[in-house]
């Protein structure tokens, strides 16, 4: 974004300790804040905004222009106190230096410090040209570590448990399956594309020309069968491939992906998806989930031991389990490593990592500004439900809500870095890529860059490494406050059988553990009625964390997508305006989730419901008619990986539609309410 008083300079991004991101002017040191911005800078963001809309007046005449939007922004002022620019359509303000300063001196509420951080810019040198990281060598790792567990939990049965394993048997059933769903996989995908989505199949030569063309020198360079093609006919950005080998592979396209993309970003994305059929990447993954689901069967073997030492049995057992636990992590590992390897497929097929490092940005672009079809009424966009279907999907892990300059241009560097810090500094973006089957599109970059720099390119883009500040203690806050249901159902029985030894050890002796056990008499009612009691506090604790019932503070998106500090736990109540253009899922006629776009960006928008036959019947009935609307939403501003909002009321600016109201928060606080009053009656009078 250009600065409004010195157009030759670019706005720069600067973190701040409040975890948000501003856009400064590095000549004349103004300040660019994006709608809201300036109330999440501050101490108390409630009286923030209440003295601002108290002494809030408008003023006559043209001011600078907006940076957000090119257009002539309007002069505005706190009354007596300082004025500043508003840019009108997107709510953004422009403070200069001294404005700023005065804003600063005039309320002690903002607290506005910002992060020292060293820029980076690439050097070329030696190290540059080093050679990559085996990904086969990776690969062939986590396949030794899982064949690691696979004597691990064997052993434990027949030395502890004393039992003759049948391992062919078990072996057996995980084979079946496995090859079951690998066999009946593909052919349950194309009923699901030819029932649910509005497709067009083997559309191979409705390809652009130079798209045919690639495809057949790649697939002919790579020995293979060219693969059947398949079009989603949808404006929004889609891609993933399916199949049993390289022989029968599907790879399908969305109508909006070929035509947001250029000619060499739209090569790059089809190279990504041969690039798993080369690799065998499916038949891979066939083979890696043989291994859970072997290790569940010898915890279930575990589990029907009897013998005279049944804690034994259970501790065998419970390990076992753990054993199958970290196996679905490591086959998920190895589903990150095996996307690495087909991004570096395309980078190296096209010579160049820029046109898919171009196209993964280009598809989270795209979500918010991707050319739509406009004969269609049903204008729906990439939805992350639709993840089930992307299992080799170039779309996935994460979508890049950018702010854009304007309507048409492309995302700038500077905003790709503002979004993308979330991915790399959140602790939050760790733990939900490890449950992903994909990276982050963050570390997918990262990684294309590594392969430019190991090609003597400079990297598509560059990320700041010196972290501003450490993030993991709001992270601990959410984690704890997370698992706090299942901490007070343990910890209050728990503290209550304490309590009760404590008493009668000053009675006993500590010489007398047999005696004071004996005299516990605990009853299980109780138990169990404290447990409750304190799963009924734990989540009435916790709602109250999701679901802040505090001032919902006018936002922009772009305003929302610079916060840091954010999680699907630590949510940052909004109120957004914009046009809701598509449902959730493209081309699902049961999508009862939607996109909404305002000036500065697009963001998904969460429906939920206390049932989930209540949104399937919502999708069906209901959600179409709001397409195209000009709304206003109340809700909440999370991040789990990808930015969305959940909604808590949604109205129409015009009324022509009834409001959509939620609940889910209401039942969020009712229901343990119901638990604790349960577990008090149990505690008191049994069951």
């Known amino acids: 974004m250009q600065s409004p008083l010195d157009p030759k300079s670019n706005l720069i991004v600067r973190s701040t300790t409040r975890g948000v991101e501003v856009d400064l002017c590095p000549t004349t040191e103004g300040i660019w804040l994006d709608k809201g911005e300036l109330f999440l800078l501050a101490k108390k963001p409630r009286l923030l905004q209440l003295a601002f809309e108290k002494h809030y007046r408008k003023k006559d005449g043209q001011g600078l222009a907006s940076p957000r939007t090119a257009t002539p922004m309007v002069i505005r002022e706190l009354d007596g106190i300082v004025e500043f620019h508003e840019c009108p359509d997107t709510g953004g303000l422009w403070f200069n230096q001294e404005q700023w300063a005065t804003l600063q001196a005039w309320t002690p509420l903002l607290d506005y410090q910002l992060v020292e951080q060293e820029p980076e810019t690439y050097v070329p040198d030696e190290s540059s040209y080093q050679r990559l990281p085996s990904l086969w060598l990776r690969t062939a790792l986590i396949f030794g570590f899982l064949n690691l567990f696979l004597f691990l939990p064997i052993w434990l049965i027949q030395e502890y448990l004393d039992m003759n394993v049948a391992l062919g048997s078990a072996l057996s059933i995980a084979l079946v399956i496995s090859l079951f769903s690998f066999i009946i996989s593909p052919w349950i995908l194309d009923l699901t594309l030819s029932w649910l989505y509005k497709t067009q199949k083997h559309a191979f030569a409705h390809l652009p020309d130079h798209l045919q063309k690639f495809i057949d020198q790649t697939t002919k360079t790579q020995g293979i069968k060219t693969p059947t093609i398949h079009l989603i006919l949808d404006g929004s950005p889609q891609a993933f491939t399916y199949g049993h080998t390289p022989g029968n592979a599907r790879i399908v396209l969305s109508t909006g992906l070929i035509k947001l993309l250029s000619e060499k970003e739209l090569e790059a994305v089809v190279a990504h998806e041969i690039g798993h059929a080369v690799h065998w990447d499916i038949a891979f993954m066939s083979c890696a989930?043989?291994?859970?689901?072997?290790?569940?069967?010898?915890?279930?073997?575990?589990?029907?031991?009897?013998?005279?030492?049944?804690?034994?049995?259970?501790?065998?057992?419970?390990?076992?389990?753990?054993?199958?636990?970290?196996?679905?992590?490591?086959?998920?590992?190895?589903?990150?490593?095996?996307?690495?390897?087909?991004?570096?497929?395309?980078?190296?097929?096209?010579?160049?990592?820029?046109?898919?490092?171009?196209?993964?940005?280009?598809?989270?672009?795209?979500?918010?500004?991707?050319?739509?079809?406009?004969?269609?009424?049903?204008?729906?966009?990439?939805?992350?439900?639709?993840?089930?279907?992307?299992?080799?999907?170039?779309?996935?892990?994460?979508?890049?809500?950018?702010?854009?300059?304007?309507?048409?241009?492309?995302?700038?560097?500077?905003?790709?870095?503002?979004?993308?810090?979330?991915?790399?500094?959140?602790?939050?973006?760790?733990?939900?890529?490890?449950?992903?089957?994909?990276?982050?599109?963050?570390?997918?970059?990262?990684?294309?860059?590594?392969?430019?720099?190991?090609?003597?390119?400079?990297p598509y883009i560059t990320f700041p490494h010196n972290k501003p500040e450490s993030y993991w203690d709001e992270f601990l806050v959410d984690i704890t406050i997370h698992l706090l249901p299942l901490i007070a159902f343990i910890g209050l029985p728990f503290a209550h059988i304490i309590q009760h030894a404590l008493v009668l050890t000053s009675g006993y002796g500590f010489d007398s553990f047999h005696t004071i056990f004996a005299a516990l008499e605990l009853h299980g009612d109780q138990t169990f009625g404290l447990g409750l009691i304190g799963l009924g506090i734990g989540l009435f604790i916790r709602s109250l964390f999701l679901y802040p019932q505090r001032k919902f503070m006018d936002m922009s998106i772009a305003s929302l997508l610079k916060k840091i500090k954010v999680s699907a736990m630590r949510p940052v109540p909004c109120v957004i305006k914009g046009t809701i253009i598509g449902?959730?899922?493209?081309?699902?006629?049961?999508?009862?989730?939607?996109?909404?776009?305002?000036?500065?960006?697009?963001?998904?928008?969460?429906?939920?419901?206390?049932?989930?036959?209540?949104?399937?019947?919502?999708?069906?009935?209901?959600?179409?008619?709001?397409?195209?609307?000009?709304?206003?939403?109340?809700?909440?501003?999370?991040?789990?990986?990808?930015?969305?909002?959940?909604?808590?009321?949604?109205?129409?600016?015009?009324?022509?539609?009834?409001?959509?109201?939620?609940?889910?928060?209401?039942?969020?606080?009712?229901?343990?309410?119901?638990?604790?009053l349960f577990g008090a009656y149990t505690f008191l009078f049994g069951l």
């Open 289 to 458: 989930q043989v291994y859970p689901t072997l290790f569940y069967h010898l915890y279930q073997i575990s589990r029907s031991k009897k013998s005279d030492s049944d804690s034994k049995s259970a501790r065998i057992s419970a390990l076992i389990y753990v054993i199958y636990l970290i196996s679905e992590y490591i086959v998920l590992a190895l589903s990150r490593v095996r996307e690495l390897h087909a991004d570096r497929f395309a980078a190296k097929v096209q010579r160049n990592p820029h046109y898919l490092s171009s196209a993964l940005v280009k598809i989270g672009y795209g979500l918010i500004h991707g050319e739509r079809d406009e004969t269609e009424d049903e204008n729906k966009k990439t939805s992350k439900h639709f993840e089930a279907l992307s299992i080799m999907g170039i779309n996935s892990g994460g979508s890049l809500m950018l702010p854009p300059k304007d309507d048409t241009s492309a995302p700038d560097k500077e905003g790709l870095q503002e979004v993308m810090k979330w991915d790399l500094w959140n602790p939050w973006s760790s733990w939900y890529e490890l449950q992903s089957t994909h990276p982050l599109i963050a570390k997918r970059l990262r990684y294309l860059g590594e392969q430019s720099r190991s090609m003597g390119q400079a």
């Open 583 to 676: 449902k959730g899922n493209p081309g699902s006629y049961f999508s009862d989730d939607f996109y909404i776009q305002d000036k500065t960006g697009m963001i998904y928008l969460d429906h939920r419901t206390p049932l989930s036959i209540m949104e399937f019947f919502f999708g069906l009935t209901k959600s179409k008619k709001y397409i195209g609307k000009e709304v206003t939403i109340i809700g909440w501003y999370r991040r789990a990986p990808v930015p969305y909002v959940e909604i808590k009321s949604l109205t129409c600016d015009d009324n022509s539609l009834e409001p959509v109201q939620t609940s889910v928060w209401v039942w969020s606080l009712v229901l343990p309410i119901g638990i604790f």
